[in-house]
């Protein structure tokens, strides 16, 4: 009974260090400085746990040695107690043990830090990370002015070339964490903050905000594509072009609404009249994976209970219930869709 | 202490505690869909110059009026739609000024509502149809506190957006050097 009830504790823990191709874990290793950490964090595990072991055994040593401790130490015989020669010898090699432990910590962090100082002397390529309740601006910057992109909710990256992102903040306090990537980064209203990362392995991977910035700070999630050089410029070449024209007679109905009414007001579209920069960029929407920050998965569906009611799906949202007329959703579902 | 003096503290502590569980406001994210509407705006009845009588108070007024929901979401909209191109933070400029005791038409959230959703000569552009009518509420809500007509309790501490320079009592010292111009 007792033994069922440990297996039923421990199964749940033992699921939970599970993840599905490393999605969102510390333990993913998918970039430079994740190892790093990675590595770090072993080399204190180990250093730290071998001296925890050590102390706790010394104790339970000294508990069971207790008893005959105090029956030599008797002082009837008139001679002072003399410390055995084992345990000055012992004292000093645990001194020493001390000192070593902590120069390798020490020379363990010294080092991570100068390759990371190193990785980050060298960028290759510029971006602009921009939080704001509760979404993610994403702007890619070149030095040809023509070059310069911006998307939003989704981080393109190429495998093996170290990005320089730079970290501000529209409103409140929010953080930039990709686990499998790289450690945590705020986000400061009034300052500029940067992250430098090595990509190693190509895959999806999600970067919730770390830092409570308000009631749907748990809705606020980064996508974060890492993959090869060609597809990376293929990529941004795309993100490049405007929103396609819409062609069939429904999605032009979207397009005159999106581009007339509210959406336009907040929203930018490329290549459109819509040029609002209050909401996340929309040219091509419907390439990304999620929808509303990594609230929910792209797709017609959700397009659809987004537009006519974000409230109800992300409470508090600063996008608002529009109540459209079910034509006028159709219509604007449609357009939308052809985003690509 | 006696023990009524101790009862009667214990019962004031009891009292405070449950008035504090009472909310101050509600706060509904999600506005009602269909039925919304800015007051019937269809133009020149909704402006009442020289004095003529206002109509009764639209209901949905109580849902915006000092609710301090509404005030912040209505200042976070003045900043991003841009209403301080003509407004300034309520000083005026382009614009009427927004944070005096004069209202050309009408003071009641309802009428600043009104004035929104529809624009008004001179440049106030219509906002019908750009942002949402809770939207609009939410903006004419924020655009009263500005004269501080709302209770101070529900109007926010802090502006929206970064503050001012670090004070003057703050700022670092620097070398004085002269200038080109000062050589001579």
Redesign the interface.
């Known amino acids: 009974m007792r033994l069922a009830r440990r297996v039923t504790i421990i199964i749940p823990l033992l699921l939970g260090a599970c993840s599905y191709q490393h999605y969102q874990s510390d333990f993913g290793n998918a970039a430079v400085e994740d190892s790093q950490f990675l590595t770090l964090f072993t080399i204190f595990l180990v250093v730290c746990g071998v001296m925890y072991l050590l102390v706790i055994g010394f104790l339970f040593l000294g508990i069971g040695r207790s008893g005959r401790a105090v029956e030599a130490n008797v002082v009837e015989t008139g001679r002072h107690h003399q410390s055995h020669p084992l345990m000055r010898t012992t004292l000093i090699g645990w001194t020493a043990l001390i000192g070593i432990g902590l120069a390798a910590l020490a020379i363990a962090s010294f080092f991570a830090d100068r390759s990371m100082a190193k990785a980050a002397a060298n960028p290759k390529l510029s971006i602009k990370l921009t939080a704001n309740q509760w979404w993610w601006d994403v702007q890619y910057n070149s030095d040809d002015p023509s070059k310069t992109m911006r998307t939003s909710n989704e981080l393109h990256l190429p495998v093996g070339i170290p990005a320089r992102i730079t970290l501000v903040s529209n409103d409140v306090i929010h953080s930039f964490w990709v686990p499998s990537l790289a450690g945590k980064e705020d986000l400061i209203p009034g300052r500029q903050n940067d992250i430098t990362l090595v990509p190693k392995r190509i895959g999806v991977f999600r970067g919730p905000c770390a830092e409570f910035c308000g009631v749907q700070h748990a809705h606020m999630a980064l996508v974060v594509v890492v993959e090869s050089y060609p597809d990376f410029i293929k990529w941004w070449d795309h993100q490049l072009q405007p929103a396609p024209q819409p062609t069939t007679p429904l999605a032009l109905a979207g397009y005159k609404y999106v581009t007339t009414a509210q959406c336009s007001a907040c929203h930018n579209i490329g290549g459109t009249p819509a040029s609002g920069t209050v909401g996340p960029d929309l040219t091509h929407l419907a390439s990304r994976k999620s929808l509303a920050a990594g609230t929910m998965p792209m797709s017609e569906g959700n397009l659809y209970g987004w537009v006519e009611d974000a409230q109800s799906l992300k409470p508090g949202v600063k996008m608002p219930t529009l109540a459209m007329d079910p034509d006028q959703l159709h219509a604007v579902v449609a357009y939308l869709e052809t985003l690509k | 202490m006696s023990s009524p003096c101790r009862a009667s503290l214990l019962i004031l502590a009891a009292c405070g505690l449950t008035l504090a569980a009472c909310d101050r406001e509600e706060h509904h ?3 009602k ?2 039925g ?1 509407t800015v007051p019937a705006g269809e133009s020149p009845d909704t402006i009442f110059p020289g004095g003529s009588e206002a109509p009764p108070l639209d209901a949905r007024a109580k849902l915006y009026d000092n609710n301090a929901n509404a005030i912040s979401a209505g200042q ?1 909209l003045y900043t ?2 841009n209403c301080v191109g003509c407004h300034a933070h309520g000083g005026g400029g382009m614009g009427p000024p927004l944070m005096d005791d004069e209202w050309r038409y009408g003071g009641r959230i309802d009428q600043i509502a009104a004035t929104i959703a529809e624009g008004r000569p001179n440049g106030m552009p219509s906002w019908r ?4 009518e ?2 609009i509420w939410d903006l004419a809500a924020y655009v009263r506190s500005l004269s501080g007509l709302p209770s101070k309790d529900a109007v926010s501490s802090r502006t929206e957006g ?1 503050s001012g320079p670090t004070p003057q009592t703050l700022t670092p010292k620097p070398k004085p050097t002269n200038s080109d111009a000062a050589q001579q």
């Open positions: 994210s999600r506005s869909p269909v919304e976070t991003q739609m149809g750009k942002l949402t809770d939207q970064m």
